[in-house]
């Protein structure tokens, strides 16, 4: 019905920056939001930043002013700049989204949660 599929993630060293990219594709009938989630080794996965269809964002507070979350409509894409990254910014970064999905069913449009497969980044010297 709907994949998500992100790009960007690598290896960047300590203060650099990066921008990860995700872009939805599917039957698609509403996109209500997106968001940016991460898992450590070893940790729980989180929410790193939101943005909903209007523009309203969240930041996590380990993240804010640091980040930066963008969404392209006509590409239903989502975006996240990273700059001044640090060690413990390392994880594997999921994109989420809140999204009504046109069905071959009745009824014929109904809202999920989708993920993307994740995107690696490792920020070490």
């Known amino acids: 019905q709907v994949q998500l599929v992100e790009s960007g993630g690598g290896l960047v060293q300590p203060g650099g920056s990066l921008i990860l990219s995700c872009a939805a594709s599917?039957?698609?009938?509403?996109?209500?939001?997106m968001a940016w989630y991460r898992q450590a080794p070893g940790k729980q996965r989180e929410l790193v930043a939101a943005?909903?269809?209007?523009?309203?964002?969240t930041y996590a507070d380990f993240v804010k002013g640091r980040f930066t979350i963008s969404m392209e409509h006509a590409k239903n894409a989502v975006f996240l700049q990273m700059s001044s990254l640090k060690l413990e910014d390392t994880a594997v970064y999921y994109c989420?989204?809140?999204?009504?999905?046109?069905?071959?069913?009745?009824?014929?449009?109904?809202?999920?949660?989708?993920w993307g497969q994740g995107t690696q980044v490792t920020v070490s010297s």
């Open positions: 989420h989204g809140d999204i009504a999905a046109r069905l071959d069913r009745l009824p014929p449009i109904g809202r999920d949660n989708y």
């Open positions: 599917g039957s698609i009938f509403h996109i209500y939001a």
């Open positions: 943005i909903t269809a209007g523009g309203d964002n």
